[in-house]
């Protein structure tokens, strides 16, 4: 770009500003006002991108804390969902009492829903039939 295409500014640069952008445009094939034009660009694409951060910052940690509980509380439904099944298979065995024999029944009877279980999602099969038929 040719010297006339572009507008002129004069500034007052602090001493020991002075000192490092003489320092950098000591260097071949350097030249200061390049290496200003360069500072101001980044300094004003900086400031844009906080202009951003302020637009949407606060949006996006809502978004963030409300997927962070949402998260929190998928975790602990599959918890207690787990707790359950595990409760179903291991007390409600059809054996009398919940003796060792019971226990055995109930954690073949889990470890058969979830394989099944297993097998869906690695299937990604998005059926109708409920989990209760997959353990049945």
């Keep these: 770009m ?3 295409d572009k507008v002129r500014y004069q500034l007052f ?3 020991r500003l002075a000192d490092r952008l003489e320092e950098l445009a000591a260097r071949p094939g350097v030249a200061r ?3 200003l034009v360069e500072a101001l660009d980044a300094w004003l694409t900086r ?3 906080h202009d951003l951060d302020e ?4 949006r996006l940690d809502r978004m963030s804390r409300s997927l962070g509980r949402a998260e929190r509380d ?13 409760y179903q ?4 065995a059809q054996i ?7 226990r055995a029944v109930g954690r073949d009877r889990f470890q058969k829903f979830i394989d099944q279980i297993g097998r869906r999602m690695a299937a990604g099969a998005d059926s109708d039939a409920s989990i209760a038929e997959a353990a049945a």
């Design 2 to 4: 040719r010297n006339r």
């Design 74 to 86: 998928i975790q602990v439904l599959l918890e207690s969902l787990s707790l359950f099944v595990h």
């Design 13 to 15: 640069l602090e001493p």
């Design 33 to 35: 006002s390049d290496i």
């Design 96 to 102: 009398p009492e919940p003796d060792a024999a019971a």
């Design 47 to 49: 400031q844009g991108g």
């Design 55 to 58: 637009r949407f910052g606060v």
């Design 89 to 92: 298979f291991c007390l409600n």
